[in-house]
């Protein structure tokens, strides 16, 4: 006999979109990325010979987030914990955005 069982629905394509955008875009472009929806958040991670640090700031809302780490952590570690601690706040803010942007920074080698 067959079953009346239907599955539940699967959609598997990404929320969101990367887009990596060259020096030269960045500096002779507008300050801000170009065909933007939606707040912009920034993200750093640095590393001083006293410790580490992750930075967040929001340009709508001209608010911001400073994280210190210890001086063990690098500066990859640092660049992570910024991205995880701005998207813990995006997930936290009582406002829900359908697009929201996400600018961080690449160092190359």
Known sequence: MENDIIGPPFNFEPKFRISMLTR??????PKSPPAVKGPIWYTDGSKTWSGAGAAVYVQSLGTGLIISL????TVFQAEIYAIL????????????QKYISICSTVQQL
């Open 24 to 29: 030269e875009v960045w500096t002779r472009g």
């Open 70 to 73: 210890e001086r063990y952590a």
């Open 85 to 96: 601690a701005c998207v813990y706040k995006i997930q936290t803010n009582i406002r829900s």
